[in-house]
T-cell receptor
Framework: DVKVTQSSRYLVKRTGEKVFLECVQD?????MFWYRQDPGLGLRLIYF???????EKGDIPEGYSVSREKKERFSLILESASTNQTSMYLC???????????????FGEGSWLTVV | GEDVEQSLFLSVREGDSSVINCTYT??????LYWYKQEPGAGLQLLTY?????DMKQDQRLTVLLNKKDKHLSLRIADTQTGDSAIYFC?????????????FGTGTRLLVSP
């Protein structure tokens, strides 16, 4: 069974803290993604990675960085958390090509982050 | 940039048909998708349609694409309470490597008994 695992489901952090969100996939996928989900705004792409140590900015990269040292692991880093980063964060992975049939994008269950 | 719009809420009774609508702006969209998100879960792919198709049917799901108006719809026949979820449409195109999906705002479907 395919798996994208996000290590923390619920986190509460203080303003200014450094926050790490971890994601692991067991499908040997090339691509990995971090999205942010907010009510009324849908999913917005923060960063994606198409290979180890490769990364590309998405639509809302400001305030975030990422790390992909191993193929199976993609980390999202909030260098200095702020209250406007309170959100649900979704990790996803996929093989190459269009997201259809066997190339489906698989999502983790999400990490709810509250910054106080 | 690309923009994908959906209405936020839809409420139907069990057994009725549901129609969820989506509009997009990118004329080079090649694949259009419908994803379902159940409470507390990630997204799962329901169905997709290639841009040279007008319609695709998959059991209770019917996808209609009007490429001229850039309008996509998802019809769920005989809607069940288990269909209550958030439904996202999304698009991709070769210019952004296909898998860099642009998602809509999501439509929350509530099915009442």
């Amino acid at each position: 069974d395919v798996k994208v695992t996000q290590s923390s489901r619920y986190l509460v952090k203080r303003t200014g803290e450094k926050v790490f969100l971890e994601c692991v996939q067991d499908m040997d996928h090339e691509n990995m993604f971090w999205y942010r989900q907010d009510p009324g705004l849908g999913l917005r792409l923060i960063y994606f990675s198409y290979d180890v140590k490769m990364k590309e900015k998405g639509d809302i990269p400001e305030g975030y960085s990422v790390s992909r040292e191993k193929k199976e692991r993609f980390s999202l880093i909030l260098e200095s958390a702020s209250t406007n980063q309170t959100s649900m964060y979704l990790c996803a992975s996929s093989p190459g090509g269009p997201a259809v049939s066997g190339n489906t994008i698989y999502f983790g269950e999400g990490s709810w982050l509250t910054v106080v | 940039g690309e923009d994908v719009e959906q209405s936020l809420f839809l409420s139907v009774r069990e057994g009725d048909s549901s129609v969820i609508n989506c509009t997009y702006t990118d004329s080079s969209s090649t694949y259009l998708y419908w994803y379902k998100q159940e409470p507390g879960a990630g997204l799962q792919l329901l169905t997709y349609i290639f841009s040279n198709m007008d319609m695709k049917q998959d059991q209770r799901l019917t996808v209609l694409l009007n490429k001229k108006d850039k309008h996509l719809s998802l019809r769920i026949a005989d809607t069940q309470t288990g269909d209550s979820a958030i439904y996202f449409c999304a698009e991709s195109n070769p210019d952004t490597g296909f898998q860099k999906l642009v998602f809509g705002t999501g439509t929350r479907l509530l099915v009442s008994p």
